[in-house]
């Protein structure tokens, strides 16, 4: 059996884009890797995460399309 090549964090019209990001839905975002995406907040070239608990970042999604 073939997998759907549709990603499961694809949007539909129907469901609005989440404003808070995980880490891989940061990399899809920007195209690049996981590191990539270290080194970026490192160099504060995107804001940091915003942490819900202790280990749960999350990236504000217009913040990241600002780069």
């Not at 997998?3 to 404003?19: D, G, R, Y």
């Not at 270290?38 to 280990?55: C, F, H, M, N, Q």
Request: glycine share 2%; aromatic share 4%.
């Amino acid at each position: 059996m073939k997998k759907s090549a549709m990603s499961t964090t694809a949007t539909t019209p129907s469901q609005p884009e989440p404003q808070w990001l995980l880490k891989r839905q940061v990399v899809e975002l920007l195209q690049g890797s996981l590191r990539q995406v270290e080194i970026l907040v490192a160099k504060d070239r995107i804001a940091k995460p915003v942490y819900l608990g202790t280990s749960s970042p999350r990236w504000n999604r217009a913040a990241c399309l600002r780069v």
